[in-house]
């Protein structure tokens, strides 16, 4: 550490340099002035990491017989090899190396150390599916090689894009309109290389995906929702037995409670009694919360009726709002 500040108050000491010589005793001393310490480079030394990458600090003038020092040794170290200076590096990042020759000149020169000079990624084409305006997240793209510190953006709003800045690993969240769209999303890393990954956005007029329905039917305990939410008062009479009636022709099933005050509280599906499980049919999701009930006019599917449980589905798709309303019951018996 003391070497590395004797080596910083050289540089600011020694912005000029000169020697003195003489004939004979009897001669004035004469004024030779040392050359400058220069580099062939206004800007930095880029160095890519590797024993086999070494690279020649770029001297132009000076008084020879160089050597260095470098700020931080774990992103570059300067070594000297046949009477040469060279700069390996170790790890990505910057750093400055202190350069002095055999006049006792000493100047600066930032070194920037790097993997690869071409940013490369696992994808350069994305599609994201969801279901009719609901979004959905793709994780699988990331930085093959970069240089690290990354940043990410996209042209399109409709598309986000973030990126974990040492590892690379890319999230992109979009969420689907009736017609498709794309975005350009665009990586860089710290030696400002980029790469770019085309997105398309596609909408799915299937109301829910096959994982939800799979959630749906391994379900354990009875569940009711209309588009992300449902009574609060179902938490509280949860333990409360759905049932499924029949009447003029239609059967209802779901959740019906009444409270302790006499307000109903209602999540149920009606479809045409009869309905084969599997089989698509026009019906309502009907929900009451107090004194107000609600009629969704929809189309219902019931996936599951036995003697275990019971899974229904409700949905509508409205193409001019760009959604899918939906909604299900889960009866486990």
């Not at 910057?94 to 790097?114: C, F, G, P």
């Not at 000079?117 to 305006?133: D, K, M, Q, R």
């Not at 409270?259 to 479809?271: A, K, N, P, W």
Request: with cysteine; hydrophobic share 30%; aromatic share 10%.
């Amino acid at each position: 550490m003391k070497l590395k500040y004797y080596f910083l108050s050289l540089v600011l000491a020694t912005s000029c340099g000169f020697a003195l010589t003489s004939c004979d005793d009897d001669d004035d001393p004469v004024v030779v002035e040392a050359p400058e310490l220069t580099f062939d480079t206004d800007g930095a030394l880029r160095v890519k990491i590797g024993e086999e990458n070494k690279t020649l600090v770029p001297v132009v003038t000076g008084g020879g017989q160089y050597n260095a020092y470098s700020l931080d040794e774990e992103i570059a170290k300067a070594v000297i090899e046949d009477g040469q200076l060279y700069v390996e590096g170790f790890k990505n990042g910057s750093t400055r190396i202190v350069v002095s020759d055999a006049n006792s000149k000493y100047k600066m020169l930032t070194v920037n150390v790097y993997t690869t000079e071409e940013l490369t990624l696992n994808h350069t084409e994305c599609n994201i599916v969801s279901v009719l305006g609901f979004s959905a997240t793709n994780n699988e793209c990331a930085v093959e090689l970069g240089n690290g510190s990354y940043k990410i953006s996209s042209d399109n709003p409709l598309v986000s894009a973030s990126i974990d800045e040492e590892t690379g690993e890319i999230t992109l969240t979009a969420t689907s309109k009736k017609d498709e769209y794309t975005a350009t999303v665009t990586v860089t890393d710290i030696s400002n290389l980029s790469a770019e990954i085309n997105v398309t956005v596609q909408c799915s007029l299937d109301p829910f995906t096959q994982s939800e329905l799979d959630e749906l039917m391994a379900a354990e305990e009875s569940l009711i929702d209309y588009n992300g939410s449902h009574s609060s008062y179902f938490e509280y009479y949860k333990k409360v037995p759905m049932e499924s009636t029949t009447e003029n022709g239609y059967t209802y099933t779901g959740w019906n409670k009444t409270s302790y005050y006499g307000y109903d509280h209602v999540h149920r599906l009606r479809y045409p009694e009869g309905t084969a499980v599997g089989v698509e049919t026009d019906g309502q999701l009907l929900m009451q919360s107090g004194y107000s009930p609600t009629t969704h006019d929809g189309k219902i599917k019931i996936l599951a009726d036995d003697a275990t449980h019971f899974v229904g589905i409700y949905y509508k798709v409205d193409l001019d709002k760009e959604k899918i309303d939906r909604g299900y019951v889960v009866w486990v018996k």
